[in-house]
């Protein structure tokens, strides 16, 4: 029987913002979490032109799983003619993904960019959280 050690995958919170699908995971990315992550991002990046950005800023850990998730989202992404985009300030994962040689191949952002901070800010019927 796996062990948990007490933790168990929180969902991670999912909108569509103006043409955009932000997902922002919390806890951990490692073995137990992300294959759970890399389904959900199988779906959204299985149409034409996805654009994803992931909101790392609650993402406390980050293991081999959790990059195999993120590069596979990416690869799945840009095959389809779309875009996956990282926000995060974390020094522990920057060190991760500049360790994991990860730095120059995604597109970090220290924040939630300008266009769909706007448009995020203003409510839009039939957007929101996913259940």
């Given at each position: 029987m796996?062990?948990?050690?007490g933790?168990?995958?929180?969902e991670?919170?999912?909108r569509r913002?103006?043409?955009t ?13 992300a294959p759970?992550?890399?389904q959900?991002?199988d779906?959204l990046?299985s149409?034409a032109?996805?654009?994803l950005v ?18 596979r989202a990416r690869?799945?992404?840009l095959?389809r003619g ?18 994991a040689?990860?730095?120059g191949v995604?597109?970090?952002l220290p924040r939630?960019?300008?266009?769909l901070?706007g448009a995020?800010a203003r409510?839009v ?6 259940p």
């Amino acid at each position: 029987m796996p062990e948990n050690h007490g933790r168990h995958a929180v969902e991670p919170t999912e909108r569509r913002i103006a043409g955009t699908t932000l997902v922002a995971p919390r806890g951990e990315l490692d073995l137990l979490t992300a294959p759970a992550l890399s389904q959900r991002l199988d779906v959204l990046t299985s149409g034409a032109f996805p654009d994803l950005v992931l909101d790392l800023r609650a993402v406390a850990f980050i293991d081999c799983s959790g990059l195999r998730a993120l590069c596979r989202a990416r690869r799945r992404a840009l095959s389809r003619g779309g875009r996956l985009r990282l926000i995060t300030r974390s020094p522990g994962l920057l060190r991760v993904l500049h360790h994991a040689r990860l730095t120059g191949v995604f597109e970090l952002l220290p924040r939630l960019p300008a266009e769909l901070d706007g448009a995020a800010a203003r409510p839009v019927a039939g957007e929101g959280p996913r259940p």
